[in-house]
């Protein structure tokens, strides 16, 4: 077995040489591949920028040249599909992405050449698994490798829970129990723990690879800032002084998109040249300003939270947070955008108490509580007709005071139709319903278990405040996500 091994592991180090022009595996890359080559699970906790989607990219061109089976790459990202795509090809490695930028006849045609075994390696959400057309695909093909990007979405104790996430251990036993890797940037202790429970698994089966968390090139500031006037002024002084940032991209994240659009004009206003973006954009307008990012050679751009996810540039100096996260997995996976060359970056917090205030609120529109579920219920239910005659916006007037950024409704629907209450979790099929429904599924009844989700988001808001007064950062972190390294 060990000669075995040895050959694999050679074949995937030739694999790494000749389709991605690097010399040699870095960190636990080698021991994650070793691993799985070996036909053993693995969960990969390792820091953004650290190299995760080879553990799952060299095992689809590594094998006897008559194996035809597939790495399927189950992902929420629809918008990096295509980054990761394209760079694959440029690599020499036949893959494909099939989600719902697509139009239907593009689906059709990826789909025809799945079945036909043209690819080696496929990315999908799982909500594709929802298609029965897509299902029946697999019991032609065979997986070789079952790989979850973002594994923290599965938990819903995690900071980014997807429902359809939830359903990976029916997924797998779907695809028949394939071998499996989970990977993610941030994933605490009990995040890790309810990725295995959610994938039906448990440590003796799936062997947790951890890298750590330290980056020594990332220089971690916190300044406490009072009001608007005060930021503005710090801002314009890492912006104007600092050699680092000077040399590369800049990046500074804000949570409101009016707040970022007002530092903007201010920015103009004291002659720095930058771009904005966030999801007031258009698909086209955002796609632009992401290659702009990556093609100038000083960039400064101002964005929310949904930025940078596939930025593929080594050379960012600085991440600067305008506004305080939300958790401490946010800003974890943001600052690990910089310095992904390795020289010095700078990743600064301008902290502001009251920044806290909005992200209480943001809390509580994320987490519908048990009378928001049952009043929901109640308009699916017993007039369900004014529900689909009117739509989603008569509903959300009809059970909150409506705010652009109060979730609870999509949310509320996401999670009915996990509990197969409803058709789907958005639109149309999200109002109506599978069967006779009289009361709500358990867990969206039991107000013990919702407000102990609803504490779960306000520990990692606190832990964002405890990280600010630590004295030393890069300890806290180390402490947070479970990781002395």
């Known amino acids: 077995m060990q000669n075995y091994l040895s050959h694999r592991l050679e074949d995937a180090v030739a694999a790494l040489r000749q389709h991605f022009g690097f010399q040699d595996f870095q960190g636990q890359q080698a021991a994650i591949l070793q691993h799985l080559l070996s036909g053993q699970h693995a969960l990969v906790v390792m820091p953004t920028g650290g190299g995760k989607s080879l553990c799952y990219q060299?095992?689809?061109?590594?094998?006897?040249?008559d194996d035809d089976s597939i790495v399927l790459v189950l992902s929420p990202l629809i918008a990096l599909m295509k980054d990761q795509v394209d760079r694959l090809s440029m690599h020499g490695i036949e893959a494909t992405y099939i989600n719902s930028s697509l139009n239907g006849h593009e689906r059709q045609q990826r789909m025809q050449a799945l079945r036909d075994g043209t690819f080696r390696l496929v990315y999908v959400t799982p909500?594709?698994?929802?298609?029965?057309e897509f299902r029946a695909i697999w019991k032609q093909r065979q997986v070789r490798l079952l790989a979850i990007d973002e594994a923290h979405c599965v938990s819903q104790w995690g900071h980014d829970f997807r429902p359809d996430y939830s359903r990976l251990k029916e997924i797998r036993q779907f695809l028949g129990l394939p071998l499996t890797v989970a990977l993610t940037a941030t994933a605490t202790p009990d995040c890790q723990r309810d990725i295995l429970r959610q994938l039906g698994m448990d440590a003796r089966e799936m062997r947790i690879f951890h890298s750590g968390i330290k980056r020594p090139n990332l220089h971690l500031k916190v300044r406490q800032v009072w009001n608007e006037e005060e930021k503005l002024r710090h801002l314009l002084e890492l912006l104007s002084n600092s050699q680092q940032i000077e040399s590369g991209g800049t990046i500074?994240?804000?949570?409101?998109?009016?707040?970022?659009?007002?530092?903007?004009?201010?920015?103009?206003?004291?002659?720095?040249?930058?771009?904005?973006?966030?999801?007031?954009?258009?698909?086209?307008?955002?796609?632009?300003?992401?290659?702009?990012?990556?093609q100038a050679a000083k960039p400064l751009i101002l964005a929310t939270n949904a930025f940078g996810m596939?930025?593929?540039?080594?050379?960012?100096?600085?991440?600067?947070?305008?506004?305080?996260p939300g958790s401490l997995e946010s800003y974890y996976q943001e600052i690990g955008r910089a310095g992904r060359d390795g020289k010095v970056a700078i990743c600064c917090l301008l902290y502001a108490s009251d920044d806290l205030l909005t992200q209480m609120q943001f809390i509580q529109w994320r987490n519908p509580d048990a009378d928001f579920y049952q009043r929901l219920l109640h308009y699916l239910?017993?007039?369900g007709e004014e529900v689909r005659a009117h739509g989603f916006q008569w509903l959300n007037r009809q059970l909150q005071n409506v705010h652009p950024h109060?979730?609870?409704?999509?949310?509320?629907?996401?999670?009915?139709?996990?509990h197969d209450v409803v058709a789907g979790p958005q639109p149309p099929a999200a109002?109506?319903?599978?069967?006779?429904?009289?009361?709500?599924?358990?867990?969206?009844?039991?107000?013990?278990?919702?407000?102990?989700?609803?504490?779960?988001?306000?520990?990692?808001?606190q832990a964002m405040v405890e990280y600010t007064q630590a004295s030393d950062r890069k300890a806290f972190l180390g402490q947070y996500f479970g990781s002395d390294s």
Do not use: N
Not at 127 to 132: A, D, I, V
């Open 252 to 294: 500074v994240y804000f949570t409101l998109i009016k707040t970022l659009q007002r530092f903007s004009e201010l920015l103009r206003q004291h002659g720095f040249v930058h771009t904005c973006y966030h999801g007031d954009l258009s698909s086209p307008e955002r796609r632009a300003v992401q290659e702009a990012f990556l």
């Open 58 to 65: 060299l095992p689809a061109v590594v094998g006897p040249p």
């Open 127 to 132: 909500e594709r698994f929802r298609k029965p």
């Open 406 to 418: 109060d979730h609870r409704l999509a949310t509320a629907l996401a999670m009915l139709d996990r």
């Open 310 to 324: 596939g930025i593929d540039r080594a050379d960012i100096r600085a991440v600067i947070h305008a506004e305080v």
């Open 431 to 461: 109002f109506e319903l599978r069967r006779e429904v009289h009361t709500l599924p358990k867990p969206l009844a039991d107000a013990g278990y919702l407000d102990r989700k609803r504490l779960a988001d306000q520990r990692r808001l």
């Open 381 to 383: 239910t017993c007039r």
